[in-house]
């Protein structure tokens, strides 16, 4: 089989994997690998021009440097995966005193979730390899967002998450038709016990920070950024800072792989400052970031931000180095910043989960502590929707009032 990238790299200890050699983590000491690509072949066929005006609305546009071959199913959700809107929320934008604010609104994807980028890819390698069943551990939305890739290219998913993911991503998974079940545990016991199934059993498994590819789709919110707003900063613009909300730390990770193809190929200036957020009550890899180290050292996640709750995060080492690799930093918010936020983003128009606005409560903590100023350029990321998890939600905003059915009862209540 041609592959369409070159080899695989751990990204502890280095050592080179061709990629027959294996299929998620460094079998000398589990670290992470990373896909590396052939960037010599790209830059031979393709430059910023040929490359960046393709007519696919999704992610799909950027198929010669993504690791996968096009993976057919046209005219399903899975070819509606990425390519997500960049808002200018202005009133944001004067609130915080920032000249140029962009929101990138992930909610737009197929099952409502940043999520979707990892699944669309790795649905993608599993028909390539041959794969028949794909299996994921999930807090929800990397669940919901498999089930929804596989159900669109009809392959067979199983879910294991904990019992306790909100009702709303649960009812997701099993309405797309996946094999659900249900762990009396936490996310990182669901983890486990999904490895040893996926060994057991033969399966291919998604888990964040486990699978390689799951990064290579997150990347490609990196080259959307780029596309969408670095391309169209005028040339002497500072740096632009972009914040994302961080759990296992894969997200980040891929979006710094993304970036760091595009530097490899030369079609990027400068890389841009990338800010991790976490909540206070789940923190393991800023508590590393602000040690110095690289070393993740497990907490107990108090969080009402689910999808970033995490005790053992699976891929905190290269979360730390987006940080410190680009001049950027880790900043940790409480709760209630986090249902703040929520409230600030549905005023101008967008719905986020509390994992979700952890990106844009950093935001707030980072102008008041002066991380970044006036004239930086700011994009931050709505990685789901609000609809994933209403309870949350509903405790970030006020209740609404119950009235009589009478004229008289809603002018009293007005007043
Ligand atoms: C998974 C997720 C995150 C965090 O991503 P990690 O790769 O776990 O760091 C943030 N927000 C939402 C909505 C998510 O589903």
Redesign the pocket.
């Given at each position: 089989m041609k592959h369409k990238f070159s080899h695989f790299t751990c990204s502890l200890c280095g050592a080179e994997y061709e990629p027959e050699a294996v299929t998620y983590t460094c079998p000398k000491d589990g670290g992470n690998l990373n896909v590396i690509l052939d960037y010599k072949a790209i830059n031979a066929q393709y430059n910023t021009q040929n490359f960046m005006h393709l007519p696919e609305a999704s992610l799909w546009r950027y198929l010669n440097v993504l690791p996968v071959s096009d993976p057919g199913n046209l005219g399903t959700p899975l070819r509606r995966v990425g390519w997500t809107p960049v808002y200018k929320p202005a009133r944001l934008a004067q609130q915080l005193g920032l000249q140029r604010l962009w929101i990138k609104d992930?909610s737009p994807n197929p099952t409502a979730?940043?999520?979707d980028r990892a699944s669309a890819i790795v649905v993608a390698r599993a028909a390539e390899i041959g794969a028949e069943v794909i299996v994921a551990a999930s807090?929800?939305?990397?669940g919901s967002a498999l089930a929804g890739m596989a159900a669109a290219s009809g392959t067979k998913a199983v879910i294991f998450a904990p019992k306790t993911a909100p009702p709303a991503k649960i009812a997701q998974l099993i309405g797309f038709g996946a094999r659900v079940l249900l762990v009396d545990g936490n996310y990182d016991q669901a983890f486990d016990l999904s490895i040893e199934v996926t060994q057991a059993l033969s399966w291919y498994n998604r888990n964040?920070?486990f699978n390689p590819f799951t990064a290579e789709g997150?990347k490609t919110a990196a080259f959307e950024i780029w596309e969408q707003v670095m391309c169209r900063l005028p040339a002497d613009s500072k740096n632009l800072a972009v914040f994302?909300?961080?759990?296992?730390?894969?997200?980040?990770?891929?979006i710094h792989k993304g970036f760091k193809d595009l530097m490899a190929l030369g079609w990027m200036a400068r890389m841009p400052r990338i800010i991790g957020v976490q909540s206070t009550g789940s923190a393991a890899i800023a508590n590393a970031f602000q040690r110095g180290d690289e070393e993740i050292r497990a907490v107990r996640s108090t969080t009402l931000?689910d999808?970033?709750s995490?005790d053992l995060?699976r891929?905190g080492v290269r979360?730390v180095r987006a940080a410190c690799e680009t001049g950027g930093t880790y900043l940790t918010v409480p709760d209630e910043a986090i249902l703040g936020a929520i409230a600030e983003l549905g005023r101008v128009g967008i719905f986020a989960?509390p994992?979700?606005s952890?990106a844009y409560a950093g935001l707030v903590k980072a102008v008041a502590e002066k991380i970044v100023e006036p004239d930086e350029p700011v994009l931050v990321l709505n990685?789901?929707s609000g609809l994933?998890d209403v309870n949350a939600v509903m405790r970030a905003v006020p209740t609404a009032p119950i009235i009589e059915p009478t004229l008289e009862a809603v002018i009293k209540e007005l007043r």
């Open positions: 992930e979730s940043f999520k807090t929800g939305n990397a964040t920070g997150k994302i909300p961080v759990g296992d730390g894969n997200i980040i990770s891929g931000a999808s970033i995490v995060p891929d979360a989960e994992a979700a952890t990685t789901g994933k």
